[in-house]
């Protein structure tokens, strides 16, 4: 088993910025891939951005791209989310999601499926005011 530790939410106001962290512990694996995705509320849950085991394959949801990056320190066991530029359409809980299935082969598509992903975080609320 892996769990999954978001931190970093918080309330920003419009054009600000926040660093999301999900640390992982339990059964660890540094070759899976981790995922960000959010659900505002009376939305659908929606990936944001996606990270391959090793960090070099990158994806991010088209509304997000060129305002947040992820990364990760896999000698912290540690995937963080920069989001800059922030929006209020951005406020929605944000949860850490891993997966041992995914490989770094697989396409943006398949790390946009929540369904592949295995291991979620409890969520971390993100609010941004106008």
């Known amino acids: 088993q892996v769990q999954l530790v978001e931190s970093g939410g918080g309330l920003v106001q419009a054009g600000g910025s926040l660093r999301l962290s999900c640390g992982a512990s339990g059964r660890t694996s540094n070759n899976y891939v981790t995922g960000w995705f959010r659900q505002a509320p009376g939305k659908e849950r929606e990936f944001v951005s996606g990270?391959?085991?090793?960090?070099?394959?990158?994806y991010y949801a088209d509304s997000v791209k060129g305002r947040f990056t992820i990364s990760r320190d896999n000698a912290k066991n540690t995937v963080y989310l920069q989001m800059n530029s922030l929006k209020p359409g951005d406020t929605a809980v944000y949860s850490c999601t891993a997966s041992p299935r995914l490989q770094a082969a697989h396409t943006g598509t398949s790390y946009s499926d929540a369904r592949q992903y295995d291991y979620w975080g409890q969520g971390t609320q993100v609010t941004v005011s106008s």
């Open positions: 990270i391959s085991g090793g960090g070099t394959r990158t």
